[in-house]
């Protein structure tokens, strides 16, 4: 699933190149880490598909931390962006995850991480900065859905990604368990699906998903003709379709992320299998925000899932997330490439609340979050419109959307809230 590659230096202060990223990702003024300023570390992957998303994650977090003038309580806070691919591999490596997790910890300004956005990155990252001595370290993910990080699925989840034996990693969004589930039960319930393939990438949030999804599916009368890991290093699939063909699917699972040669994988699903109305195509969110896929003729038509809530309903909703986003969009000229930028916004106030109540040491931050009264961010506030606050026991949020998009017209229109349970 892995292959080693030499770490890309893009973690700099100043964050992402303006040419790519419209200016520094650092929040508040320019001033160097020193006095009480202090360092939030942001781990995404700056190369390959997921390049657009992760540059309007750090856009929206600069943009915000602006908004609140750059400091939470008496600390100013700067961003300082650590890029977790490479452009060999187009997409997280993780070598280079190894390589970001020793880097902020050795970092002696940096509090805390927001991220990452992979999953199979966080379960090399969380480990390590939960082990600094000078901590734990705290991390905040926007994105992470497997489970696993937070709660029991796989053998020594999530106990080892704590090895201190207090836990510090955190997230402000749903996790698989949810989502899977979801998928399954709107094939069922609104699409009419009755047999589906399931394909996984052989990473960690893709088989995840796909067993969640699978273990649904089956309660809801589906019958999974198989649930098979495609292999991302292949020019073409159309031997792999042309056997699933033979099985009569009306439904097509897509457990991974579109950087695992995602796009040959649609094509060639309907160029063997027929359209997304012939045989419907569904993925998880590990496809949404990725132009190249909206783009994408043959992937018209394509369901997909959030594990939270889309810009357009955010926008919707008003408030802080609509300014935002108003905001955003002035600045920029468009919306965010993905759904999860305010997501990325909600990790960093969760962050920033930690901050202010700390006394700017690493463990206190921690503390903040998984201690005392814990973090809470009041409906008025919060970037995704909603009250969140974050369980001292387990680090997950309370808030829990899931919710189903439509790929039509190259552009991922939101369909309907998917109730989760």
């Known amino acids: 699933m892995f292959k080693s590659a030499k770490f890309v230096a893009m973690a700099v202060v100043a964050g992402l190149a303006a040419s790519a990223c419209g200016g520094s990702a650092s929040g508040g003024a320019e001033e160097s880490s020193s006095g009480d300023t202090l360092v939030v570390g942001v781990d995404l992957p700056l190369q390959g598909a997921s390049k657009d998303a992760s540059e ?5 977090m ?47 300004k940096e509090v805390a991480v927001m991220g990452t956005y992979n999953s199979g990155c966080a379960q090399i990252i969380a480990p390590v900065l ?21 709660k029991s699925w796989d053998p020594g989840d999530p106990e080892k990604y704590s090895p201190s034996g207090k836990r510090s990693y955190a997230r402000v969004i749903a996790t698989d368990d949810y989502q899977g589930a979801a998928g399954a039960q709107f094939a069922a319930k609104d699409l009419g699906v009755k047999k589906c ?71 060639d699903k309907v160029k063997v299998l027929g359209d997304n109305d012939k045989v419907k195509l569904i993925t998880p969110d590990g496809f949404t925000g ?28 008003g408030g802080t997330a609509a300014k935002l986003l108003d905001s955003y969009k002035k600045k920029y000229g468009e919306d965010p490439a993905t759904n999860y930028a305010l997501y990325g916004v ?17 463990k206190s931050v921690r ?55």
């Open 56 to 60: 309007a994650t750090v856009n929206a």
């Open 130 to 150: 939960n082990a600094d001595p000078k901590g734990p370290m705290l991390m905040v993910s926007h994105a992470n859905t497997y489970p696993g990080l937070t």
């Open 197 to 267: 393939f399931v394909l996984n990438d052989n990473q960690t949030y893709g088989k995840g998903v796909s067993k969640a999804f699978e273990d649904e599916a089956k309660k809801q009368g589906i019958t999974v003709l198989g649930n098979q890991a495609w292999d991302v290093k292949q020019p073409n699939y159309a031997a792999l379709f042309t056997s699933i063909k033979s099985k009569k699917p009306d439904c097509v699972y897509l457990g991974g992320i579109f950087d695992n040669n995602g796009g040959q994988l649609v094509k």
């Open 62 to 108: 600069k943009l915000y931390l602006d908004q609140v003038g750059g400091k939470a309580g008496k600390y100013k806070v700067q961003l300082k962006v650590y890029d977790d691919s490479t452009a060999a591999k187009g997409a997280w490596d993780d070598a280079t995850c190894a390589k970001n997790a020793q880097d902020h910890v050795a970092n002696a």
């Open 290 to 317: 990725y132009p190249e896929f909206d783009g994408l003729a043959q992937a018209q038509g394509t369901y997909l899932t959030f594990a939270g809530l889309s810009t357009e309903v955010l926008r919707e909703e």
């Open 346 to 362: 909600e990790a960093l106030q969760v962050i920033l609340a930690a901050i202010e109540k700390s006394d700017g040491t690493r």
């Open 367 to 421: 503390d903040a979050v998984f201690e005392g009264e814990g973090i809470t961010i009041p409906a008025g506030e919060s970037a995704v419109g909603k009250e969140i606050t974050i369980s001292k026991e387990t680090g997950d949020v309370n808030v829990l959307d899931i919710s189903v998009l439509e790929l039509k017209g190259k552009t991922e229109t939101y369909l309907k809230p998917w109730p989760v349970s």
